[in-house]
């Protein structure tokens, strides 16, 4: 049993050292974006197979609200549900719509998470 157990705990931290890092776009995986008009762009992240779906759709959403500061807005939409490629709509004030996000808080939560700083 305590073996198993070992080989479980080293298992996971393989995998888990294998997994994408949240970092612009690379041999390895990562993030990038395109700009398709003013205030709308798209993102998409490349992960490896050893990345977790939820991880994924985290890196998403952070890398848009980040884009969304970095561009001067505040708020933001989302093509489709967040996964390894969105259109990001941008907003200067909170839209009308159910599903916005507010940049500044995605990047407090999903930042902490992940250890980045938004900038």
């Known amino acids: 049993?305590?073996?198993?157990?070992?080989?479980?705990?080293?298992?996971?931290?393989?995998?888990?050292?294998?997994?994408?890092?949240?970092?612009?776009?690379?041999?390895?995986?990562g993030y990038s974006e395109a700009a398709i008009e003013p205030g709308v762009w798209r993102v998409k992240v490349d992960a490896t197979p050893y990345t977790m779906p939820q991880q994924v759709q985290d890196y998403s959403l952070l890398r848009s609200a980040e884009l969304t500061l970095q561009q001067g807005y505040s708020h933001f939409t989302l093509?489709?549900?967040?996964?390894?490629?969105?259109?990001?709509?941008?907003?200067?004030?909170?839209?009308?719509?159910?599903?916005?996000?507010?940049?500044?808080?995605?990047?407090?939560?999903?930042?902490?998470?992940?250890?980045?700083?938004?900038?």
């Open 1 to 29: 049993m305590r073996n198993t157990f070992t080989f479980i705990v080293a298992a996971t931290a393989l995998l888990a050292g294998c997994a994408t890092e949240y970092h612009p776009r690379n041999s390895e995986g």
């Open 79 to 119: 093509s489709a549900p967040p996964g390894p490629e969105v259109v990001v709509r941008m907003f200067r004030q909170r839209p009308t719509d159910a599903a916005q996000y507010e940049a500044r808080a995605v990047c407090d939560r999903l930042g902490t998470l992940y250890e980045v700083q938004c900038k």
